[in-house]
């Protein structure tokens, strides 16, 4: 079992980053994770009747916020832009970040991706930049949503798990969680190109069209983005459906796993080892891992090692899947922006741990 499992998790590591994999990655997770429940012999009917419900509410969100913006694309593009320039650019990517990921723990972190898509698209900015806004921006919404219960998953079962009061992980991590998220929007600030930078670059770009030029040259008179269709929509949807049961499959396939190597394992090293949260969901590992009769501060870090490292690749993070999916925002471009930044950041953040600890 555990050889099989381990072949399992090296494919869904490397294999996504292959051409005909990239194209069909929610296919691919999906026969992974069918794989990885047989191999581990955890295929029953309630992983069955969980892998096909627990999708429904995040295809519900994303179909209705897709409708929702395809009916009111105007006045929130103009909207949109009319705050872009309202004040400095670079201080409206930071504000953006930060307020996007503090609120995503009241709002959601799928509503807070489909946000995130949707100024994105209308920022109109150089191909680099928008992966590094994307990117940093999901860093900090997987961070900014764990802090109340509603926020995401994973918050909900650890909350419900060590039956605490709706404010526990914001009184327990909220400390090391608002500094990471506020850090994510300074560097998004810095890391994004100027108007004027993308302006030229676009311009410059033979794949840009001349209605993305001018819109950026003449941003209040030009919107180029064009309204998605019902189908793109409805496809979305169902591709969003298939890659949460196919990331459902895989944390039960690999709890066994869990379960028997990693549980008894020092907080220092389970920091680090939760680095696998990259490819599997955060939710299903937080259920296996956190217990009652851990330590505060061993729940902190198992926390903090889980949503930091859920920013490094697409799989790791619902809002990741959603902003990437819907921007065609290939594994690769991904991961070479947001391996470097995750793992700057775990590092950052054991030092952290470190001393407090």
Not at 159 to 171: A, G, N, R, T
Not at 186 to 206: D, G, H, P, T
Not at 246 to 273: C, N, R, S, V
Request: charged share 10%.
């Amino acid at each position: 079992m555990i050889i099989g499992l381990s072949i399992i998790l090296l494919l869904v590591l490397l294999l996504p980053f292959t051409h005909v994999v990239e194209k069909n990655l929610e296919v691919f997770l999906f026969i992974m994770g069918v794989l990885s429940v047989l191999v581990s012999q955890a295929l029953d009917w309630h992983l069955v009747k969980e892998a096909l419900v627990h999708p429904i509410n995040i295809t519900l969100a994303v179909l209705v916020a897709g409708l929702l913006f395809r009916w009111f694309q105007g006045p929130i593009e103009k909207g949109i832009l009319g705050i872009s320039k309202a004040m400095p650019y670079r201080l409206f990517i930071a504000l953006f970040v930060i307020i996007l990921g503090l609120i995503s723990s009241v709002i959601t972190a799928i509503i807070a991706a489909i946000i995130l898509v949707a100024v994105v698209s209308v920022l109109k900015i150089d191909r680099q930049s928008e992966i590094r806004l994307v990117v940093l921006a999901c860093f900090a919404i997987g961070m900014g949503a764990v802090l109340t219960p509603i926020g995401e998953p994973l918050s909900t079962i650890v909350v419900s798990k060590l039956d605490e009061s709706f404010f526990y992980l914001l009184k327990s991590i909220g400390v090391y969680v608002i500094p990471g998220v506020a850090a994510f929007g300074v560097l998004a600030a810095f890391m994004v190109k100027s108007r004027e930078e993308s302006a030229a670059i676009l311009a410059q770009n033979e794949v840009a069209s001349a209605a993305e030029a001018n819109a950026l040259n003449d941003i209040e008179k030009t919107i180029s983005s064009q309204k998605e269709s019902y189908a793109e929509i409805i496809i979305r949807s169902l591709k969003i459906y298939l890659f949460v049961m196919a990331l459902t499959l895989l944390g039960a396939g690999f709890q066994p796993f869990i379960e028997k190597y990693l549980l008894d394992l020092h907080p220092f090293i389970m920091y680090w080892i939760n680095i696998i949260s990259a490819i599997l969901d955060n939710a299903t590992l937080a259920a296996a891992e956190v217990s009652p009769a851990m330590s505060p501060s061993t729940i902190q870090a198992l926390l903090l090692g889980l949503i930091i490292s859920g920013g490094m690749l697409i799989p790791g993070n619902i809002p990741n899947i959603i902003s990437a999916g819907k921007l065609k925002i290939t594994s690769l471009q991904y991961a070479r922006f947001a391996i470097p930044v995750g793992f700057f950041a775990m590092i950052i953040y054991f030092v952290v741990i470190l001393l407090v600890v």
